[in-house]
C-alpha cells in the first residue's frame, strides 16, 4: 500500500512515499522555494540524490513535479499515480475540534481555515497542500494529523492562562501545545523499549529541534506540555524567546516604539539562542562558538539547557514523579552535551547519565546508568511514520 505523506509550507512542499505493507521509505523529497526565485526539487531514493531546479510558481505546480518525480521512468519509485493509496497531510492546528487524525471532508477543511486564525503562517499552507492534492491525485483519500491533537487531553487547569474567563470564551485562548505527533511517537516507542504498557509509565519528553517544546505524557496522555497559545511559549528556541514575563512585552514595544507585528517578529525570529548568542540559531554554531570562548553563546547554550531542566523539575511535581526522560529531534538526539548539561544536578529525582552510553547520534539508546531510577533515552522521531500509520489506519 503506498501512502504518500505530505508537509506543505508556506514555501516549500516535504514529503515522503511509503510502502506500508513494511513501512520502507520508497522516496523522500523537499521543493523549496516556492514562488521565488532559485525554487528547486531534491529527492533522495535508497540514498541517492536528484536535484532538478525550475520555475515553480505555486504549490500546484510544486506538487505535479513531485508526482512526475515519483512516476519517471528513470527516477521514479512507482509507475502511475494510481499506485498512491491515500495522502496523509500535516496539519499544525485543530483547534478544540480534533483529538486524533482525521479523513478529509469539506467540514474538516472548513474547521482547519477557522483554525487559521490561530495559525496564520502555517494552516493556510497546510490548507493549499490538502486542496493541490485533491485536484492531482483525485481517487485517493486525504487524511490529517494535527500537531495539537495529542494535547487534547490535558487537564483544563493546565492548559487555561489565568487572563478573564471570557477570552477563552470569546476567543479560545489556552493552551493547545504542539509537536504532539512526535511526542506521542517517542513516548510509545520508549515504552516499547522498556517492556512496560505507556498507561503504566510517567514520561517526559523533550522535543529538542529548532522549534522545541517538553510534554509530560501520563498513563499514555499527554497531561502538560510547554508550548501554548502559539508555538512561541516554553522553552528557548533556535529564534523564539519561549517564556518571559508578559509584561516586558508592552514594556519593550512603549520603548522601541514597535507595532504588535514587530514585537511579534522579534520574539518569532530575532530571540533565543540567535538573540542571546548574536551567533547564530542553529546549536552547532552556538557550541562551536560557545567552546572558541564567546561568553554569550555560553550563556545562551546555558540558558537552553537550564530551561530544559526546569520542565523537567516541574513537569516531575505536576505527575508526583518520572520513569523516563526521552530526548528527540535535532538537538536532542544529536546534542551530547545539551542532554547531559539538562540532566546534570537532577541527581535528587535518581537521574544519572551514562557519559560513555551518551556518546550516540541519532540512533535509539538508553543513556542512563543501570542504577538510576529514572530511564534516559534518545530515541528519533519519525512523525512522518505515524502521519502514513493514522492514515493506513483511518481508511481501512
Ligand atoms: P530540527 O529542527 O529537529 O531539524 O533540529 C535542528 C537543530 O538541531 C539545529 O539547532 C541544529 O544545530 C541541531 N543539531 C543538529 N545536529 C547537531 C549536533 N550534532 N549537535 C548539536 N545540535 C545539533
Given at each position: 500500500?503506498?501512502?504518500?505523506?505530505?508537509?506543505?509550507?508556506?514555501?516549500?512542499?516535504?514529503?515522503?512515499?511509503?510502502?506500508?505493507?513494511?513501512e520502507?521509505?520508497?522516496?523522500?523529497?523537499?521543493?523549496?522555494?516556492?514562488?521565488?526565485?532559485?525554487?528547486?526539487?531534491?529527492?533522495e531514493?535508497?540514498?541517492?540524490?536528484?536535484?532538478?531546479?525550475?520555475?515553480?510558481?505555486?504549490?500546484?505546480?510544486?506538487?505535479?513535479?513531485?508526482?512526475?518525480?515519483l512516476?519517471?521512468?528513470?527516477?521514479?519509485?512507482?509507475?502511475?499515480?494510481?499506485?498512491i493509496?491515500?495522502?496523509?497531510?500535516?496539519?499544525?492546528?485543530?483547534?478544540?475540534?480534533?483529538?486524533?487524525?482525521?479523513?478529509?471532508?469539506?467540514?474538516?477543511?472548513?474547521?482547519?481555515?477557522?483554525?487559521?486564525?490561530?495559525?496564520?503562517?502555517?494552516?493556510?499552507?497546510?490548507?493549499?497542500?490538502?486542496?493541490?492534492?485533491?485536484?492531482?491525485?483525485p481517487?485517493?483519500?486525504?487524511?490529517?494529523?494535527?500537531?495539537?491533537?495529542?494535547?487534547?487531553?490535558?487537564?483544563?487547569?493546565?492548559?487555561?492562562?489565568?487572563l478573564?474567563?471570557?477570552?477563552?470564551?470569546?476567543?479560545?485562548?489556552?493552551?493547545?501545545?504542539?509537536?504532539?505527533?512526535?511526542?506521542?511517537?517517542?513516548?510509545?516507542?520508549?515504552?516499547?523499549?522498556?517492556?512496560?504498557p505507556?498507561?503504566?509509565?510517567?514520561?517526559?519528553?523533550?522535543?529538542?529541534?529548532?522549534?522545541?517544546?517538553?510534554?509530560a505524557?501520563?498513563?499514555?496522555?499527554?497531561?502538560?506540555?510547554?508550548?501554548?497559545?502559539?508555538?512561541?511559549?516554553?522553552?528557548?528556541?533556535?529564534?523564539?524567546?519561549?517564556?518571559?514575563?508578559?509584561?516586558?512585552?508592552?514594556?519593550?514595544m512603549?520603548?522601541?516604539?514597535l507595532?504588535?507585528?514587530?514585537?511579534?517578529?522579534?520574539?518569532?525570529?530575532?530571540?533565543?539562542?540567535?538573540?542571546?548568542s548574536?551567533?547564530?540559531?542553529?546549536m552547532?554554531?552556538?557550541?562551536?562558538?560557545?567552546?572558541?570562548?564567546?561568553?554569550?553563546?555560553q550563556?545562551?547554550?546555558?540558558?537552553?539547557?537550564?530551561?530544559?531542566?526546569?520542565?523537567?523539575?516541574?513537569y516531575?511535581?505536576?505527575?508526583?514523579?518520572?520513569?523516563?526522560?526521552v530526548?528527540?529531534?535535532?538537538?536532542?538526539?544529536?546534542?551530547?552535551?545539551?542532554?547531559?548539561?539538562?540532566?546534570?544536578?537532577?541527581?535528587?529525582?535518581?537521574?544519572?547519565?551514562?557519559?560513555?552510553?551518551?556518546?550516540?547520534?541519532?540512533?535509539?539508546?538508553?543513556?542512563?546508568?543501570?542504577?538510576?531510577?529514572?530511564?534516559?533515552?534518545?530515541i528519533p522521531?519519525?512523525?512522518?511514520?505515524?502521519?502514513?500509520?493514522?492514515?493506513?489506519?483511518?481508511?481501512?
Open positions: 500500500m503506498g501512502i504518500l505523506v505530505i508537509n506543505s509550507g508556506s514555501s516549500s512542499i516535504k514529503y515522503q512515499l511509503f510502502n506500508m505493507d513494511d520502507s521509505v520508497l522516496a523522500k523529497g523537499l521543493v523549496e522555494r516556492i514562488g521565488i526565485e532559485g525554487s528547486r526539487l531534491e529527492q531514493v535508497n540514498g541517492e540524490e536528484i536535484e532538478i531546479e525550475q520555475e515553480i510558481a505555486d504549490h500546484s505546480v510544486g506538487m505535479k513535479l513531485v508526482i512526475d518525480t512516476t519517471d521512468t528513470e527516477t521514479g519509485v512507482i509507475s502511475d499515480v494510481e499506485e493509496d491515500a495522502v496523509g497531510h500535516r496539519v499544525v492546528h485543530g483547534g478544540e475540534y480534533f483529538d486524533g487524525s482525521v479523513v478529509v471532508d469539506d467540514d474538516v477543511k472548513e474547521k482547519i481555515e477557522e483554525c487559521a486564525k490561530l495559525a496564520p503562517l502555517h494552516n493556510p499552507a497546510n490548507l493549499m497542500g490538502i486542496e493541490v492534492c485533491e485536484e492531482l491525485i481517487n485517493a483519500p486525504q487524511v490529517v494529523t494535527f500537531d495539537t491533537a495529542f494535547h487534547q487531553s490535558i487537564p483544563k487547569e493546565s492548559y487555561m492562562y489565568a478573564p474567563y471570557e477570552f477563552y470564551e470569546k476567543h479560545r485562548v489556552r493552551r493547545y501545545g504542539f509537536h504532539g505527533t512526535s511526542h506521542k511517537f517517542v513516548a510509545q516507542r520508549v515504552a516499547e523499549e522498556m517492556g512496560q505507556v498507561e503504566d509509565l510517567k514520561i517526559i519528553t523533550c522535543h529538542l529541534g529548532n522549534g522545541a517544546s517538553v510534554t505524557v501520563k498513563n499514555g496522555k499527554a497531561y502538560d506540555t510547554s508550548m501554548g497559545l502559539t508555538p512561541l511559549e516554553g522553552l528557548v528556541m533556535g529564534t523564539r524567546c519561549g517564556d518571559i514575563d508578559p509584561a516586558a512585552v508592552p514594556f519593550i512603549e520603548k522601541e516604539d507595532s504588535p507585528q514587530e514585537m511579534d517578529q522579534l520574539m518569532n525570529n530575532k530571540s533565543g539562542l540567535l538573540g542571546v548574536g551567533v547564530s540559531s542553529d552547532r554554531d552556538v557550541e562551536d562558538a560557545a567552546s572558541d570562548g564567546n561568553k554569550r553563546a550563556l545562551a547554550l546555558d540558558m537552553f539547557t537550564n530551561r530544559v531542566k526546569k520542565y523537567i523539575g516541574s516531575t511535581a505536576e505527575m508526583n514523579g518520572v520513569d523516563a526522560i530526548f528527540t529531534a535535532g538537538i536532542g538526539e544529536n546534542g551530547s552535551e545539551v542532554r547531559e548539561a539538562s540532566c546534570s544536578e537532577l541527581d535528587y529525582l535518581g537521574v544519572k547519565i551514562d557519559a560513555d552510553k551518551n556518546n550516540v547520534r541519532g540512533k535509539t539508546q538508553e543513556i542512563s546508568t543501570t542504577d538510576s531510577k529514572v530511564n534516559v533515552y534518545v522521531t519519525n512523525e512522518e511514520l505515524v502521519i502514513a500509520r493514522d492514515t493506513k489506519e483511518l481508511i481501512k
